[in-house]
């Protein structure tokens, strides 16, 4: 299996900027995605962003595109979601997945980390 873990959530003010750091405990070459997901308070899990492994092609969630970018280091295991102009609904814990496919659906990844935090204030 794959273990993943996920840092660099916190506190930011409406506007303000925040990059989430995703490591994998191994190669993965057998992987074909690797991605975003964030639930708020109350609410379902929902699709931020994902990333093919080999050739970095990406998906977005239409309320971030233009805003977020996703993006892989190979040689460290390692995928980024960089997080430009907050919003307030912006806060929730933010969960890194693993998936044998490209896709934007939380059924699809059998793998997931144990989530971040991170807060927007309005």
């Known amino acids: 299996q794959v273990q993943l873990e996920e840092s660099g959530g916190g506190l930011m003010q409406t506007g303000g900027s925040l990059t989430l750091s995703c490591a994998a405990s191994e190669r993965t070459k057998r992987l074909l995605s690797m991605g975003w997901f964030r639930q708020a308070p109350g609410k379902e899990r929902e699709f931020v962003a994902a990333?093919?492994?080999?050739?970095?092609?990406?998906l977005y969630a239409d309320s971030v595109k233009g805003r977020f970018t996703i993006s892989r280091a190979q040689a460290t295991n390692t995928v980024y979601l960089q997080m430009n102009s907050l919003k307030p609904d912006g806060t929730a814990v933010y969960y890194c997945?693993?998936?044998?496919?490209?896709?934007?659906?939380?059924?699809?990844?059998?793998?997931w980390g144990e989530g971040t935090q991170v807060t927007v204030s309005s």
């Open positions: 990333i093919s492994w080999s050739g970095g092609n990406t």
């Open positions: 997945a693993a998936s044998p496919q490209m896709s934007a659906a939380v059924a699809a990844f059998g793998s």
